[in-house]
Nanobody, 127 residues
């Protein structure tokens, strides 16, 4: 059974940093893209960042414009764990953050290209 479990979300002041983690189990995730999405109250789920699976020739990391230069996605294949380092957080980053595992190795911004999702972790940034 495939399982994704996020952790690391909490309340933080604007300008602060957080690192989210996503522990994956149930399949060999190194071969597939993995991504982070977020959803704020009253808004649709939006793409944050994605990282390609091993062997993908092309963009290996992609980011939403709103987080470029502030967020970094990475993964530890040995631990089957995905990370999102978030720096210089802003109140508009407040949302539930979801980890997702892709259908292919290609990093993609579209939620439909991900077939496994975690339960989410709340990030709240105070001004």
């Amino acid at each position: 059974q495939v399982q994704l479990v996020e952790s690391g979300g909490r309340l933080v002041q604007a300008g602060g940093s957080l690192r989210l983690s996503c522990a994956a189990s149930g399949r060999t995730f190194m071969n597939y893209a993995m991504g982070w999405f977020r959803q704020a109250p009253g808004k649709e789920r939006e793409f944050v960042a994605a990282i390609a699976g091993i062997g993908w020739i092309g963009h290996t990391r992609i980011y939403a414009d709103s987080v470029k230069g502030r967020f970094t996605i990475s993964k530890d294949n040995a631990k089957n764990t995905l990370y999102l380092q978030m720096n210089n957080l802003k109140p508009e980053d407040t949302a539930v953050y979801y980890c997702a595992a892709g259908r292919t190795a290609e990093a993609d911004t579209t939620p439909g290209q991900y077939n496994y999702w975690g339960q989410g972790t709340q990030v709240t940034v105070s001004s």
